[in-house]
């Protein structure tokens, strides 16, 4: 018989069951309507309007299988092809860089010797990059590479072979452009710098040819000077081809900061010009020096002469180089006198605009074609530096004259070109905004003064 406190207990145990199980049952039931009206929404969301007014259409279509025996087959049945590159490599002979490339083709040889397109192959200079494709029995199927003057022609050079016979062809290389940024330091010279930099050699003489109305680099540089360079290099087919324009040049000579950037000019002749962050043209009227590289030997001032002995007033500067070193018209103007006079020896003089001209004696000989009458322009090759008249050694005597009397060119104040203005000017300082980042990027000590002074 059960006692009646066991029976509280059990009631009391079975609500607390009974009422575990509602709840459970509501969670459960409320679980289940809220999935139900989730369900309808989704299932009762509006269509379009004009959904059930679009044409429903079957297409069928018979795909025929492939055939895989006959692709099989096929696959066996081709000719198979090696392709292989290799660079050209320091006294590489067409032999040698044939057996490395695995041509095995005495005919292919013979042909690439003889004729005149294909010969280019043996011209080429090392690290280009040759490409062939030869059958497995080594006989030359392909021969691709590139060729080009180093300057401004490059073309894609092909010989090919079609049946025992050997054809070549030449077209024109699609280059890809690309900017470069490089920094250096002098310690001996500009081109030992650039070397160690490794900028290209006609980088440098691009950077010789922006500041020499400002730096003698023969002479004016000094240990410890830095430069900054920002140019273009051509590429195809991810081969790098040649070096292009500087865009933009720093060079820090004896703690004075010179700057040039490159601004396209329709109307130009060049298509542009050099100009300072500031919008100025760097282009002035006349050179510092006539020869790129050369030491002064005699300086504008009284001199004992070399051959007469006697106290002189020596009324130019004599510039110490090697015989055949090209002498450039020091501006714009026109050959008024080229031949032989007296003490000068061979002598050209130009005359510019306004009373002024210049003299360049003691040549080799005359640049071709110079003759009085002929027009220059600025940097033009005019003659090569020689020993002709009363002179103990070769070297360049340069005059610049103001009426016709004798001037130091080295003192003397240069005009330059008019600067950018109106709406050029405003297109220009975003180019050397950008450029200036660009020196920034090289140059840690490059300031945000320095780049808002052009803005």
Do not use: C
Not at 152 to 157: A, G, K, R
Not at 284 to 313: D, N, V
């Amino acid at each position: 018989m059960v006692s009646r406190d066991k029976l509280i207990d059990l009631g009391t145990k079975g609500k607390a069951f009974f009422s575990a199980t509602r709840k459970s049952r509501i969670v459960s039931a409320s679980a289940l309507l809220l999935a139900v009206l989730a369900f309808g929404a989704a299932g009762v969301a509006p269509m379009a309007p004009d959904a059930a007014d679009l044409p429903v259409k079957s297409i069928v279509l018979d795909l025929a299988l492939p055939d895989l025996q006959s692709q099989i087959a096929a696959q066996t049945n081709a000719q198979e092809y090696y392709v292989r590159e290799e660079k050209v490599r320091p006294g590489d002979t067409l032999a040698t860089l044939l057996k490395r490339l695995g041509v095995e083709d005495a005919a292919a040889a013979e042909y690439i010797k003889k004729d005149q397109l294909a010969y280019q192959v043996l011209q080429l200079k090392p690290g280009k990059q040759v490409r062939v494709q030869t059958s497995p029995d080594g006989h030359l199927q392909l021969l691709q590479t590139t060729v080009g003057n180093g300057r401004d022609t490059v073309s894609n050079l092909m010989v090919q072979r079609e049946g025992d016979h050997f054809k070549s062809a030449q077209s024109p290389a699609a280059l890809e452009k690309r900017v470069e940024m490089r920094s250096g330091e002098i310690r001996s010279s500009l081109f030992a710098a650039t070397d160690l930099a490794q900028i290209p050699d006609n980088v440098a003489t691009q950077i010789v040819d922006m500041f020499s109305t400002d730096i003698d680099f023969a002479s004016d540089l000094r240990r410890g000077d830095r430069f900054n360079v920002v140019y273009e290099t051509l590429w195809q087919n991810g081969e790098y081809v040649r070096a292009g324009r500087v865009l933009a040049a720093e060079f820090i000579n004896a703690g004075r900061p010179h700057q040039a950037v490159w601004f396209d000019e329709p109307g130009s002749r060049q298509g542009g010009g050099y100009y300072g962050f500031d919008g100025k043209s760097l282009k002035k009227a006349f050179l510092k020096s006539p020869l790129e590289f050369s030491r002064i030997s005699s300086g504008f001032a009284m001199r004992r002469h070399p051959i007469s002995g006697k106290w002189k007033a020596h009324k130019g500067v004599d510039f110490a180089a090697v015989t055949g070193t090209p002498v450039r018209a020091a501006a714009d103007g026109v050959v008024d006198f080229a031949g032989t006079q007296g003490g000068y020896g061979n002598l050209v003089v130009i005359k510019h605009w306004g009373n002024y001209s210049t003299a360049y004696g003691h040549l080799n000989r005359f640049g071709s074609g110079v003759r009085k009458g002929m027009k220059v322009s600025q940097g033009d090759l005019i003659g090569y530096v020689g020993s002709t008249g009363w002179s103990t050694g070769p070297h360049l005597h340069y005059e610049f004259r103001v009426a016709n009397v004798p001037r130091d060119p080295l003192s003397i104040e240069m005009p330059t070109a008019q600067p950018l203005a109106g709406a050029q000017l405003q297109r220009f300082r975003g180019v050397a905004s950008d450029m200036l980042h660009r020196f920034a990027l090289l140059n840690p000590q490059v300031t945000g003064t320095q780049l808002a002074a052009t803005k």
